[in-house]
């Protein structure tokens, strides 16, 4: 986990709340992924980003949005969450040209 | 669907022999291969990676590829206790903008006093 901070580590919010994820990153990589972790499921990518201001869909994105305004950090927003979206949510780092991500922490939120 | 696939187990390994875990990967263009563990309420940890066909060995960890077949291993030697943990295998999508990696479902090892 070294270099790489998530927080909270833990919420509990309500269904139609707005909630913000932020993954902080030391290692000036260039990119930054959001996943979940649910069981039977393994990890699923729902964004990334391949640098500041540039981000894409993932597998699962419906329901979320991302933003980087800075190298470090990648915020990820459910707009209005819902219980399907109670996960622990992972942020990971890589830098070009290797493909090898190193991940945060967690996340793990739950929806009421 | 590009896909990645693992024995979700439990496989169970007595102390101190030879933990195989295997994976299978659907994507003939991918280039790079990885294997993560992450124990319980933990985050994934990178523990090999490996990109050429044949063996590669870190400690008591060996990976193995064979790309015709896309089927990637792991064999832990000597397995501790400490070893208990689910391991994820994971493979790049290739073509992809940024380094995008595709994971298996995990494999739960449990290794028996």
């Known amino acids: 986990d070294a270099g790489i901070t998530q927080s909270p580590r833990h919420k509990v919010t309500e269904t139609g709340t707005p909630v913000t994820l932020r993954c902080h990153q030391t290692?000036?990589?260039?990119?930054m992924y959001w996943y979940r972790q649910d069981p039977g499921h393994g990890l699923r990518l729902i964004h990334y980003?391949?640098?500041?201001?540039?981000?894409d869909k993932g597998e699962v994105s419906d329901g979320y949005s991302v933003s980087r305004s800075k190298t470090e950090d990648f915020l990820l927003t459910l707009e209005s969450a819902t219980s399907s979206q109670t996960s622990v949510y992972f942020c990971a780092i890589s830098e070009p040209p290797g493909h090898e991500q190193y991940f945060g922490p967690g996340t793990r939120l739950t929806v009421t | 669907q590009k896909e990645v696939e693992q024995n979700s187990g439990p496989l169970s390994v007595p102390e101190g022999a030879i933990a195989s875990l295997n994976c299978t990967y659907s994507d003939r263009g991918s280039q790079s291969f990885f294997w993560y563990r992450q124990y319980s309420g933990k985050s994934p940890e990178l523990i090999m990676f490996i990109y050429s066909n044949g063996d590669k060995e870190d400690g008591r960890f060996t990976a193995q590829l064979n790309k015709a077949s896309q089927y990637v291993s792991l064999l832990i030697r000597d397995s501790q206790p400490s070893d208990s943990a689910t391991y994820l295998c994971a493979v790049n999508e290739a073509y992809s903008s940024a380094s995008k990696i595709i994971f298996g479902s995990g494999t739960r090892l449990s290794i028996r006093p």
């Open positions: 980003s391949y640098g500041v201001k540039d981000t």
């Open positions: 290692e000036n990589h260039r990119y």
